[in-house]
């Protein structure tokens, strides 16, 4: 059993905790947490050990929270630690991590440099295998990356061009904005995505840009493929219809028009805090003029990157080195769907 | 074992559905539905029988909906229909239950005189047992009704004065606004809540105010009450603290400053679709001057009324005339709690 720490339980972490309770091969045995609040509390009394550094630790009794340790002693007798710290503050971890001879996973608000490989499971998983410090790519980059990978394995890819709608913040946040505008983020074209998605696939022709809109549910992409063989329509759908973690929805038989539909149809699903997993593409988006491809996914920043943590998990430790073993074992203890 | 039918599976209908399925001492034996969409779908799945019109069979079953018959064969067979149909559709049905000879449960969005009895199971349980058509009030009478019966049970109330902030649309609503303004409603004072209050408590002093406010997540109501007697805080928040399906957080010590981290509390708590079936009441907000009590309490406009249905079938069915019982058993089975 790989004994996995959980350092920052936010967004990201509190999910990455539920996805390791889960798993047969990994036992979760604390998350760090460094303001004591609601989200503590139900941690606390589901059984989750949670340390903190010395000075807080007083601060989360006095609301109840037991405190198991501090930091330092979470991170010492884990075998890998998940860093899901605020963007760049991973970096800042990874003295932490060196010092106590731990393998880390680090997210993708780090800059590329601070692991040896930027992780996506469908393009290089092998390539994870037995390294120290791993970083998965963001949501974005991440619902981009298998996508592209995707195509590229069965169709060849001549360039990409993508224009992410993004959403400015996470439903909790109140002091994230804009309330009521769009902002081309950043004005200076192209965005940072392209090059993230390089940072997996190198040599990928890719270019983006991205507009901040006023809502906190979920990304939607707009991609456009130049493919190098001439295929059609149910050639892409065949095959986004047989990928791990791609889901094809459609606007007319289920009456989803938008992310909130996409959302809604997540909670009469029954899953835990409405997470996505998948990239969401409407099946009827999918449009080939020439030889380029069109389509629309929408991407739940929350969840999406869950499963690919899960699998950077074996890969570095290397308890999986079949990547599609790892992935259908994460896929199927998280009840990530092929199709509804 | 009483047989349930649900006439509507919307936002309601679906999640008294999902309620009756978790009570033992009911059926559900069939919901209608008249749009096939991906919610059909996942009832269908989950093997949930689904009846419609004769006329809309052929379209569900191209969707790979199965139809197990039609509206009328659904209420012929049930001893009780929980009428979740949109507002001011429920009337229209109601022929259909009278020539059926089947009890039937209207929602809030019906006119007070398509049932015997307004119901709110902490005011006025018993005057629904045995009834033949009772209607549980709105989201929002039902979160006010709640605080008034306990407050009045306990300190006596002379008026009660509250403005609503109201939600806009439900979250799945993409034609629903404004996006982007405050409008009261009604402008011309006072609100139709005051009334719809009385429905159920004849006696009490009470005017509303209401404004729509751009958001789809919860309702949030600004309260006052004058009381009879003279109490404080403390006095306030221990009988709160006691009363079922009223759940008092706090802004400090939870971090939770707002409707949206409210639903991100109900998110780590695991609740389907984040439904929280409590008035959330802030600790913090409860204030006494003179003989004035305020507060501040959010309602889930989506979920709080489906306690409150269940218990309505208890009532006019019989098979529980002690209303403290009924409340007990369905409070369990949902987990509807009394604090964190």
């Known amino acids: 059993m790989v004994k996995v720490a959980?350092?920052?339980?936010?967004?990201?972490?509190?999910?990455?905790?539920?996805?390791?309770?889960?798993?047969?091969?990994?036992?979760?045995?604390?998350?760090?947490?460094?303001?004591?609040?609601?989200?503590?509390?139900?941690?606390?009394?589901?059984?989750?050990?949670?340390?903190?550094?010395?000075?807080?630790?007083?601060?989360?009794?006095?609301?109840?929270?037991?405190?198991?340790?501090?930091?330092?002693?979470?991170?010492?007798?884990?075998?890998?630690?998940?860093?899901?710290?605020?963007?760049?503050?991973?970096?800042?971890n990874k003295t932490l991590y060196e010092n106590n001879g731990v393998k880390a996973i680090f997210q993708g608000g780090e800059k590329a440099h601070v692991a040896e490989v930027s992780f996506s499971s469908l393009c290089n998983y092998e390539k994870a295998i037995g390294k120290k410090y791993v970083r998965v790519v963001s949501c974005n980059t991440t619902a981009l990356c298998r996508l592209i990978c995707t195509l590229r394995k069965n169709f060849g890819i001549k360039k990409v061009r993508v224009t992410l709608v993004r959403r400015a913040g996470d439903p909790h946040q109140i002091k994230v904005g804009p309330i009521n505008a769009l902002l081309p983020k950043p004005i200076k074209l192209p965005s940072h995505h392209g090059p993230d998605v390089q940072s997996v696939i190198p040599d990928v022709d890719i270019v983006t840009t991205a507009i901040v809109a006023p809502t906190t549910i979920m990304h939607l992409h707009v991609v456009n493929v130049e493919l190098e063989n001439h295929v059609n329509e149910d050639d892409i759908i065949n095959v986004l219809d047989e990928t791990s973690r791609i889901l094809l929805i459609d606007s007319e038989n289920m009456k989803i028009q938008g992310t909130s539909q996409v959302i809604e149809l997540a909670r009469d699903l029954g899953r835990k805090r409405y997470d996505l997993y998948e990239n969401i593409i409407w099946r009827d988006s999918i449009k080939i003029v020439d030889k380029e491809l069109w389509l629309i996914q929408a991407v739940h920043q929350e969840a999406i990157v869950v499963p690919e943590n899960i699998d950077a998990i074996r890969a570095v430790t290397g308890i999986e080195k079949d990547p599609l073993k790892s992935i259908t074992k994460t896929d199927e203890k998280l009840g990530v769907m092929r199709r509804l």
Chains 1, 2 share one sequence.
């Open 6 to 92: 959980i350092n920052g339980y936010g967004t990201i972490g509190k999910r990455i905790a539920d996805a390791v309770l889960k798993m047969d091969d990994m036992e979760l045995i604390g998350v760090t947490k460094f303001t004591p609040d609601f989200s503590a509390m139900i941690a606390s009394k589901r059984g989750i050990p949670i340390y903190t550094t010395q000075e807080k630790i007083e601060a989360f009794e006095e609301i109840g929270v037991k405190i198991a340790g501090t930091v330092e002693e979470l991170i010492n007798k884990s075998d890998v630690v998940i860093d899901a710290s605020p963007g760049k503050v991973g970096e800042k």
